[in-house]
T-cell receptor, first 112, second 114 residues
Framework: QQQVKQSPQSLIVQKGGISIINCAYE??????FPWYQQFPGKGPALLIA?????SEKKEGRFTISFNKSAKQFSLHIMDSQPGDSATYFC???????????FGKGTRLHILP | GAVVSQHPSWVICKSGTSVKIECRSL??????MFWYRQFPKQSLMLMAT?????????EQGVEKDKFLINHASLTLSTLTVTSAHPEDSSFYIC??????????FGSGTRLTVV
């Protein structure tokens, strides 16, 4: 079964620090790796996404690093702010498929 | 940007009754819609995929007779939870394809069955 494994389950970071969330996958046939941010009682919102032909993508304070050979990708949040406190999900989409497979999520708390 | 409007945002119903959740794509045509269920502090679990004008494809273990999905138009998909029971209480979220790499999620519906 195709899986996306996410860690840590929860993370506490001081304001201004760097938040790092890691994901790994077990199937090479993925062609799209998005990260979603979800606040309590809301649907997920796309934060940033990367395709496997790119090793890094940066958008503002958010950076995805992608290691195709290791089948790993990570989200870095620079200068973390209390407003970043949310649950973050990594995900992957299998090639020739529409559905998104989600990781189990990371609950991030930024200390003020 | 693409917006998916999901209603209601929360609903409480009595055990044995049915509840309908609607998702509308406001400024684009959603040929494919996904329905997810999310239990507290857990990830999103895909329930089914629906394509406009055809029957939905359900994930393994999801009762198709209990969770009725209708995608009769390019802008509206509905999920009906039939004969709801307390164990159906959950957060239901729809998502629509907005292009090759785009997925837009609704704001979710909190269903509580009492």
């Amino acid at each position: 079964q195709q899986q996306v494994k996410q860690s840590p389950q929860s993370l506490i970071v001081q304001k201004g620090g760097i938040s790092i969330i890691n994901c790994a996958y077990e199937n090479t046939a993925f062609d799209y790796f998005p990260w979603y941010q979800q606040f309590p009682g809301k649907g997920p919102a796309l934060l940033i996404a990367i395709r496997p032909d790119v090793s890094e993508k940066k958008e503002g304070r958010f950076t995805i690093s992608f290691n195709k050979s290791a089948k790993q990708f990570s989200l870095h949040i620079m200068d973390s702010q209390p407003g970043d406190s949310a649950t973050y999900f990594c995900a992957a989409r299998p090639v020739r498929d529409d559905k998104i497979i989600f990781g189990k999520g990371t609950r991030l708390h930024i200390l003020p | 940007g693409a917006v998916v409007s999901q209603h209601p945002s929360w609903v409480i119903c009595k055990s044995g009754t049915s509840v309908k959740i609607e998702c509308r794509s406001l400024d684009f045509q959603a040929t494919t819609m996904f329905w997810y269920r999310q239990f507290p502090k857990q990830s999103l679990m895909l329930m089914a995929t629906s394509n406009e004008g055809s029957k939905a494809t359900y994930e393994q273990g999801v009762e198709k007779d209990k969770f009725l999905i209708n995608h009769a138009s390019l802008t509206l998909s509905t999920l009906t939870v039939t004969s709801a029971h307390p164990e159906d209480s959950s957060f239901y979220i729809c998502s629509a394809r907005t292009g090759r790499h785009g997925y837009t999620f609704g704001s979710g519906t909190r269903l509580t069955v009492v």
